[in-house]
DNA sequence: CGTGCTGTATTTCGATTAGGAATACTTCTA
DNA sequence: TAGAAGTATTCCTAATCGAAATACAGCACG
């Protein structure tokens, strides 16, 4: 049993997105993970995705061969290889278990409640909550999605749980204005 | 109405710690920002603490001078300068309302199921599940802390939320882990 | 027919952030 | 009285983010 090589999560991640067996540009990484990775992990830039493809293929997880269509136009499209499946099957069973990172702006701004006036920090909080709302919607339909594609069960069942996390935030932040109220009251 | 000069978040985070009015050592903002700000924000390193000092020192939002002890021993303390309490404050008012950013590893691998057992996932779940429950009696033991100063009725405030928020994941997982069931169920 | 918009495809750059290791001194404890 | 734990700070490197630059294809609209 060798150990893993080091590579940061983010290599895990496109070799993950790799690991259903499509050939894909870098482009259509992108747009992959924004489908499916956003909601709980991560909405990765360009320069992420290509360099991380060309480390990938430097160490032997993924080949690459450039796609001509009929035009003269031509993208470079990437596979993951056995020794690449074979080492993001044992990252996922293997590493152990890293605490999530969170960074919440809003409830940065709300622990500076201090120096806000109680009506901008409501508002503040409103609209947090008008965006957990419509990113539970969004991984409710892109895990409907999901559904219809046998080989998307655990994706469809991430997006599920992301649809209930961004529910859940938004009940937070509900339950963080009664809060609010509450406090209000005790002051007067 | 001048703009905000475009700091990094981590530079209004530590700004914030500034601006309840202690002067603090580097150390002291990393001790505070691990009993608070981790919950919901940021761990810092001191590496990063320390820079961000410096810049808040160059751009006159901080001051810092040099702490003599009975013993040879010194260190150099921060406090917060008017031009910075204005420069916060005017942040946590009007800076625009940024989704948070969450990178969920456990959930990434999940989202690779079909790489794992499913009694590795399992435990990988499981083991979550404990790490969020740990951290929900930890913020609300912390917002116990902070109930007894009445400086601290905001930050009381968002370790409540925290508190929550832990319980809200450990609810999640046990949700996953029971779609884990119907999952299994419906494959025989 | 051309002009501009949207989408595909990739690279480059600089600033930010993360994290550990190194250093060094003090205080507590066994 | 050595060693562990806590205080205090710096250095270095890798990882990450985010925006912009480049370029070409396809489509719509006048």
Do not use: C
């Amino acid at each position: 049993m060798t150990d893993l090589p080091n590579l940061p999560p983010t290599s895990w991640a496109v070799l993950g997105l790799l690991s259903f067996g499509e050939e894909l540009s870098g482009y259509d990484l992108k747009k992959w993970a924004d489908w499916s990775l956003k909601f709980f992990y991560w909405s990765p830039s360009f320069s992420q995705i290509y360099g991380e493809l060309k480390r990938l293929e430097k160490v032997g997880y993924a080949t690459s061969r450039v796609e001509l269509t009929e035009s003269t136009r031509g993208k470079r499209v990437y596979a993951i290889t056995q020794d690449g499946l074979d080492a993001v099957t044992r990252w996922a069973r293997e590493a152990p278990v890293e605490p999530p990172v969170l960074k919440h702006g809003v409830m940065l701004r709300a622990w500076l409640g201090h120096l806000m006036t109680p009506e901008r920090l409501r508002e503040v909080l409103e609209e947090h909550g008008a965006y957990a709302a419509k990113m539970s919607r969004r991984a409710e339909a892109d895990a409907e999605g999901a559904a219809e594609v046998a080989e998307w069960a655990y994706p469809e069942l991430v997006l599920r749980w992301s649809a209930r996390y961004y529910e859940a935030e938004r009940e937070l932040t509900r339950r963080m204005l009664a809060d609010l109220d509450e406090l209000a009251a005790r002051e007067d």
